[in-house]
T-cell receptor, first 114, second 114 residues
Framework: EDKVVQSPLSLVVHEGDTVTLNCSYEVTNFRSLLWYKQEKKAPTFLFMLTSSGIEKKSGRLSSILDKKELSSILNITATQTGDSAIYLCAVEGERGSTLGRLYFGRGTQLTVWP | DAGVIQSPRHEVTEMGQEVTLRCKPISGHNSLFWYRQTMMRGLELLIYFNNNVPIDDSGMPEDRFSAKMPNASFSTLKIQPSEPRDSAVYFC????????????FGDGTRLSIL
């Protein structure tokens, strides 16, 4: 059965700290890996990764995919209270009925204290 | 541009009642997904459609749940009869299948069955 595992499940840090969130997957017919941020409402898209070793960056957030290790990390530097959210990792299938389908992990609940 | 639009935002009803959740995908998207999110199980895919045709409904929990997509701009998820364990946040998402675009989520319907 296809599976996406995130760690840690929860994390509490102080403003200014750097955090690393982990995602590993066992998904056949891998097409892409996505990161979403969920505050109080809908998950909002952060990154889509398809190639190994190429870092994607947006401000203080960055992410990289390792297809050999079947994993990805999401880094947040100089954390702020506004970064407090659930971070979701999802993997997209490549063909047939899995094309376009996302397999989600349980998420990492990040809390940033002022 | 309008995002994915879901209604109602909140629904509180008594067990045994029929519940209908509605979703309007982003114009031009050809794939639509229904998810359910709970603390216990995280974000689960219930069913998804491509070009208005159901592709994978293996996540639909039981016969009490049904979903339709009569046209490219509208979908419903129906629960009949509803039970307290159906209480959750239900999200709808849309994308263009096979593109390099992520799924975009609506703000969800928070359903409470008393």
């Amino acid at each position: 059965e296809d599976k996406v595992v995130q760690s840690p499940l929860s994390l509490v840090v102080h403003e200014g700290d750097t955090v690393t969130l982990n995602c590993s997957y066992e998904v056949t017919n891998f097409r892409s890996l996505l990161w979403y941020k969920q505050e109080k409402k809908a998950p909002t898209f952060l990154f889509m990764l398809t190639s190994s070793g190429i870092e994607k960056k947006s401000g203080r957030l960055s992410s990289i995919l390792d297809k050999k290790e079947l994993s990805s990390i999401l880094n947040i530097t100089a954390t702020q209270t506004g970064d407090s959210a659930i971070y979701l990792c999802a993997v997209e299938g490549e063909r047939g009925s899995t094309l376009g389908r996302l397999y989600f992990g349980r998420g990492t609940q990040l809390t940033v204290w002022p | 541009d309008a995002g994915v639009i879901q209604s109602p935002r909140h629904e509180v009803t008594e067990m045994g009642q029929e519940v209908t959740l509605r979703c309007k995908p982003i114009s031009g998207h050809n794939s639509l997904f229904w998810y359910r999110q709970t603390m216990m199980r995280g974000l689960e895919l219930l069913i998804y459609f491509n070009n208005n045709v159901p592709i994978d409904d293996s996540g639909m929990p039981e016969d009490r749940f049904s979903a339709k997509m009569p046209n490219a701009s509208f979908s419903t998820l129906k629960i009949q009869p509803s039970e307290p364990r159906d209480s959750a946040v239900y999200f709808c998402a849309s994308t263009t299948r096979g593109s390099n675009q992520p799924q975009h989520f609506g703000d969800g319907t928070r359903l409470s069955i008393l």
